[in-house]
Structures are given as C-alpha cells and as structure tokens.
C-alpha cells in the first residue's frame, strides 16, 4: 500500500504524529528502520483544543472529544490530534528512543527541506531567520522567537 511504497522509496518523505494513537510506537520504531531518518518529518494535525482546556468542542457540526493527545468523534473514531509539536519532539524520545538532537531535526530542518526552505529557515545559522524555541532540560516550552522576535515582546506570536 501507499505506507510501504513511501517507506520503500529513498526519495519519499513521510509525516509521522507521534502521539500514541495515530500510530503505535512500535510501527514508527519499525518504520524509523526502513528509511533514513532525514527523511521523516514530526507533524502535530493539531485540532483547535491543542494549547487549551476545551475537553471538547464542534467541527463541522460534529461534536470532537480530547482524551489525551487525541480527539475522537461521536462514533469513538479517531478525528485527530490533540498534540502540538514541543510534545512530539518529547514523545520522539520517549516513544520512539531517538536523541534529542535527531527529534529536534525532524521538527525544524527536515520539514524546512521538505518545504524547500532551508535558505530562509529550520535550523540556527547566520543570515537564516531566528525562529527559535527555548525549552527546559522536560523539553516544555519556556520561550519562543519568530523572526527574531520573542514571543514575550507582547505582539500575541
């Protein structure tokens, strides 16, 4: 199927959302091992209750339920994530057993190269733009820039 041509094929890039639920942990290590890991990309599908304290909320017209890092709909079927990204960078590790520096890559640069944007941004070099992420050694997010502007100047990014 479509999974096993894009594992398969070393040009293919492949999104994963590592949150436990879209996903079992132990197909992504087995995944992890049939391609080369700068092909993989960290993806959140992140619903709108990523961030708040919405125990659910409705999207077109259907009532969403959040249990954890997912959301499920009124018939239990999986509707989408409940993750952001600093939790899948988390998870990577946790679930996945990959270094941090590798996680933190499939976040920022791969995604960048994908895009086709590694001239402007995903990783910390001199002339590309200062989209950062501080975080603490639990990998929560203390502080964020974009475009050299911290997410505390009170401009709302």
Sequence with gaps: GAVGAALEDPSSWCGIIVD????DPVVLRIALRCKAHDRFMLVTDAMPSVGTDNGSFELQ???????????????????????????????????????LPEAVRMASEWPAEFLGLTH????????????????DEKLNVLETWIDGRSSKDGDGR
Excluded at 20 to 23: C, I, M, Y
Excluded at 63 to 78: H, S
């Design 120 to 135: 402007d941004t995903g990783r910390i070099a001199p002339g590309l733009k200062a989209n950062l992420v501080l975080a």
């Design 61 to 99: 017209g259907r009532r969403i339920t959040v249990n954890g890092y997912a959301c499920f709909d009124e018939d239990g079927r999986l509707a989408g994530s409940n993750i952001d990204m600093a939790s899948c960078v988390r998870n990577a590790v946790s679930m996945l057993g990959l270094p």
């Design 20 to 23: 436990g639920e879209h996903t």
